[in-house]
């Protein structure tokens, strides 16, 4: 397994260099919403430049974009060209069809947040040329190996950080503020909790709106293994508010799993890293959507 | 830039050529028989299978197959939601199930899933393939890439705005159908997992808790900054209403105009689709002499329970355009009755009884052939007819002494003060 993470720290150059993370990720605010630093497309050519060539650079372009954001599109994808980066991790179709028609050759990443689900869907997409797919953080450990069986080298699962939850085209923060008069900086982060409930999540706005993401970070030590057991070829761990020294020693520990795995002493390391702070997300839960299962679910839950 | 020729001026008066098809949502057949008779050219319906709102009561193969004949026979097309997003245990069962709509005569699934896309090219059907506001088209190169895989027509985000939407008209070629009434998601659709996280039903599935409606508590750095229920941080969105917008869509030829609601009563559905088809051939018939006339807005408003905007439709959506603390939610006007059959000599209606009512109480009687009129409620009968003050049992066939010709499906609302 390869490890993506997103560059957090610009003054860091060596350490990327030298460190862990296999693909690396940068952004910025033009086109990437959820990342921490911007990187100029001069930045991004020279951090090409220094990587030593078995470390590969992504460029985040995360973001659906509007009609008016078509032309800033395809200038940056010339750019990017120009910056010999290795890839992109994309969610609007429009990116697909832009590189398409300017006839560039990046490597493609499809993160589409909660869409990738099933391995024919994503059978069918990688004939279009997209390399690798996120898969939805909403899934299961099962379903993962499934979609695994037909599409291990091309699924990029996350394996630790903050997960996506929504985002809406709307400044939710500034409007409400705005609405209830109150005199607040709607471009710090914020946390809401719904009403009886003991979940904590994080809301911020940038410029493409606003954005929610878990407060809990997500861990995937006890399901590792099975995902090494299955073969996928991309472990995803997602920066956004890490320290660098906490994000070295989130990488250092997968990394430290992946060369452990199949010897005597995994389960050793597994285990000296103790009790971390996180939560397993939906690898071992299930949701309902049909309206019988929802009363089901609903009745059990008033019995217990 | 490809131009679409909308109007054309016959004998020295321009007329639209191009008039939007008007779709309307139907939970079940009577809402689409009822869409149908007030004027929607044609209706969306969820299947049991691969269906969005799973507590809509979704139609079965039968139900669409009645659909499909009732449809016909009035001109209407009827278009199958199959959008959920396919998760392994979704996989079987797509070819066939894709084949019976085609066989049925369904005019058109509207997907979400490029598995489903694929699986009807492969099989080559006659239905038309149209991509689900799921997917939050927002640009016009992204429905190059969805027409390039032959996908027919393309139901754009609700977040795309007048000014991005007259580009995309003028840069692709596939239908394109757009929102024009309804109830909003306010994070992107498809792109919103709040419901996963906080009551495990998963939203892409047809299971969505709608937590976007719920309070929350805010904080900065732990410390809360609403004091009370009241002042809660809230992500509801007021509901979109472009019913001053339609001249400049039809402008724009857009393909289709969609109203949003499966779940929502045979009276909302009469209401709004009555209003825009009026409202639609208003315009069409005449659009340079056409001034908007305030009857349109206020009938919308008759059939709203929550406060109407633009949406995004002139820029992205402020404050304005969301509820905070219930405060802007309105109740809806009281439907109270639908004609069954109508005798003219007798000049009795009899009705069926959808909310109490009684004697003495005013109401407005709404029909897709004439215009509104009202009266007072004065003689009521039971089924025996025997004269009765009061009808309060729901869905009570009665007997109504009328002061105008009415027709079957005619329907009628309390008048408040």
């Known amino acids: 397994m390869k490890i993506l993470s997103n560059i957090i720290d610009k003054q860091k150059i060596e350490a990327y260099c030298n460190g862990l993370i296999d693909i690396l990720i940068v952004g910025n605010r033009e086109y990437s919403s959820r990342h921490q630093v911007d990187f100029s497309f001069e930045e991004i050519k020279a951090w090409k430049q220094r990587l030593p060539k078995e470390k590969k650079l992504f460029v985040l372009m995360n973001q659906l974009y509007d009609q008016s954001k078509l032309e800033m599109l395809e200038k940056t994808l010339l750019a990017l060209d120009s910056c010999r980066i290795d890839g992109i991790i994309f969610q609007d179709f429009a990116i697909l069809q832009l590189i398409k028609e300017l006839q560039l050759s990046f490597r493609l990443f499809y993160d589409s947040l909660t869409l990738n689900t099933n391995a024919a869907t994503l059978s069918y997409l990688s004939s279009l040329g997209i390399e690798a797919f996120f898969l939805s953080r909403e899934i299961s450990v099962e379903d993962i190996e499934e979609i695994a069986k037909e599409m291990s080298k091309q699924s990029v699962v996350q394996i630790d950080g903050l997960r996506y939850i929504a985002q809406s085209k709307r400044p939710l923060l500034s409007n409400y503020f705005n609405a209830l008069e109150m005199d607040r900086d709607p471009r710090t982060i914020y946390s809401i909790q719904p009403a009886n409930s003991t979940i904590v999540d994080y809301i911020f706005e940038d410029d493409y709106g606003c954005h929610i993401v878990s407060k809990q970070r997500l861990l995937s030590y006890d399901i590792f293994e099975r995902l090494l057991d299955s073969h996928i070829e991309y472990g995803y761990i997602n920066g956004l508010f890490m320290s660098y020294q906490q994000q070295n020693e989130i990488v250092e520990s997968y990394q430290q799993l992946i060369k452990l795995y199949l010897t005597d002493d995994y389960q050793r390391y597994l285990s000296s890293l103790g009790k971390q702070d996180g939560d397993y997300g939906f690898y071992y839960d299930t949701t309902v959507y049909k309206l019988e299962d929802v009363r089901k679910r609903d009745a059990n839950e008033r019995d217990k | ?417």
């Open chain 2, 1 to 417: 830039m490809l131009m679409k020729e909308i109007s054309k001026v016959i004998n020295g008066r321009r007329v639209i050529i191009k008039k939007p098809e008007l779709l309307a949502p139907a939970g079940n057949l009577e809402k689409l028989k009822t869409a149908i008779i007030y004027g929607a050219n044609a209706v969306f319906v969820g299947g049991k299978e691969f269906s969005l709102r799973s507590q809509a009561s979704n139609f079965s193969l039968d139900d669409i197959k009645e659909a499909v004949i009732f449809a016909k026979e009035h001109n209407a097309d009827v278009h199958v939601t199959c959008n959920i997003i396919l998760h392994q245990e979704n996989l079987k069962g797509i070819e066939e199930y894709l084949k019976a709509l085609d066989k049925l005569g369904v005019k058109a699934i509207i997907v979400a899933d490029v598995n489903m896309v694929r699986i009807a090219k492969q099989l080559d059907l006659q239905l038309e393939i149209h991509l689900s506001t799921q997917l939050s088209i927002t640009n016009s190169k992204a429905v190059d890439f969805w027409s390039a895989l032959g996908v027919n027509r393309v139901v754009l985000a609700r977040e795309v705005e007048y000014s991005d939407l007259k580009d995309i008209m003028n840069k692709t070629t596939i239908d394109i159908e757009y929102f024009i009434h309804g109830a909003m998601c306010i994070h992107y659709s498809g792109r919103c997992m709040l419901s996963n996280y906080y009551s495990h039903r998963d939203a892409n599935r047809g299971g969505c808790s709608q937590s976007c409606r719920w309070n929350y508590d805010i904080y900065e750095n732990d410390i809360k900054l609403n004091t009370s229920k009241e002042d809660a941080f809230t992500m509801s969105s007021k509901d979109l209403a472009l019913v001053k917008e339609i001249p400049k869509l039809i402008e724009l030829g857009i393909d289709s105009f969609k109203i949003e609601g499966r779940m929502k009563s045979i009276h909302y559905i009469a209401t709004i689709v009555s209003t825009y088809r009026k409202l639609i051939d208003a315009y069409c018939d005449n659009p340079d002499t056409f001034i908007f006339d305030e009857f349109f807005e206020l009938e919308t408003l008759k059939a709203a329970n929550r406060c109407l905007s633009t949406g995004f439709f002139y820029g992205v959506a402020t404050q304005n355009q969301q509820i905070f603390n219930l405060r802007d939610e309105q109740p809806t006007q009281e439907f109270v009755i639908r004609v069954v059959e109508y005798d003219e000599e007798k000049r009795i209606a009899k009705i069926e009884q959808r909310n109490h009512f009684k004697v003495g109480e005013l109401v407005e009687f709404f029909s897709p052939k004439k215009e509104h009129w009202q009266m007072t409620i004065k003689k009521l009968y039971n089924i025996d007819f025997e004269e009765i003050e009061i009808a309060n049992h729901p869905m009570e066939i009665l007997f109504l002494e009328v002061e105008q010709v009415v027709y079957a499906n005619d329907m009628a609302r309390k008048v408040t003060k």
